[in-house]
């Protein structure tokens, strides 16, 4: 081990398939360019990403190390060694931010652990987007993640969130498999109350961009088809 440690950089990607260099800044192109080593979730779309941004880049010459549900907790000890033998390394999101509602948090402790410098690099967030969009509260907001997939537990947990938001003054954000959206929009508009808000923010950063913010009720009337479209939903009732 060298007594000079490489930078761990989380680098985000695009929410979409619009060319990354139009929703990311430049600075994203210099590291790319300059790190050989990489943690990612899927070995195909992290080299098509790469190759997006620098195009000149050696193929060959990138060392990737996959990070995904299958990865044994004790197979990423050695996964910063990179960065330990003084080489700085890219932890790559499939989509959007690396670690927030993405693989990776996992590696940015482990990085900690050994006095690595974790450097996060500025990209598009759908859940920050999505709420930035919504006009609903951004100083107290929770995310969810998934919620269940069985309907009666489902209907219980959006009860409950609803509640939250009001106690709380909190916006509650979740999402959805995508195919399944237009179902989530119909167990919103039947099971919440008929003034609390909901937003769906979807095809965040790309040309078919949509992001509205009604009451439930209003949803009901609504002839929006959000199927296969990767989309944020939030509500808060006031």
Request: charged share 25%; aromatic share 6%.
């Amino acid at each position: 081990m060298t007594s000079q440690v490489g930078k761990l950089y989380l680098i985000p990607t695009g929410l979409g398939d619009n060319p990354p260099l139009e929703v990311l800044p430049i600075s994203i192109k210099k590291i790319i360019e300059s790190v050989d080593d990489y943690i990612v979730e899927n070995e195909k779309t992290a080299r098509r990403f790469i190759k997006s941004i620098s195009s000149k880049k050696s193929q060959p010459s990138l060392r990737l190390h996959i990070l995904n549900k299958y990865t044994k907790e004790n197979e990423m000890s050695s996964f910063l060694d990179a960065c330990l033998e003084g080489k700085s390394m890219g932890l790559l999101s499939e989509a959007g931010c690396p670690a927030i509602a993405d693989p990776g948090s996992d590696i940015v402790r482990l990085a900690h652990q050994n006095n690595i410098h974790v450097v996060p690099l500025v990209g598009p967030s759908s859940i920050v987007l999505a709420l930035m969009g919504s006009g609903m509260n951004g100083q107290s907001f929770a995310f969810n993640g998934y919620l269940p997939i069985d309907k009666h537990e489902r209907k219980s947990e959006l009860k409950r969130l609803e509640r939250l938001s009001f106690e709380q003054n909190q916006s509650q954000l979740f999402i959805e498999t995508p195919y399944r959206n237009n179902k989530m929009l119909e167990d919103l508009c039947q099971t919440l109350q008929p003034q609390t808000r909901v937003c769906v923010a979807c095809d965040l950063t790309l040309s078919t961009e949509y992001i509205k913010t009604m009451t439930a009720k209003e949803w009901t009337f609504a002839k929006v088809d959000f199927h296969k479209r990767p989309a944020i939903f939030i509500i808060h009732k006031e």
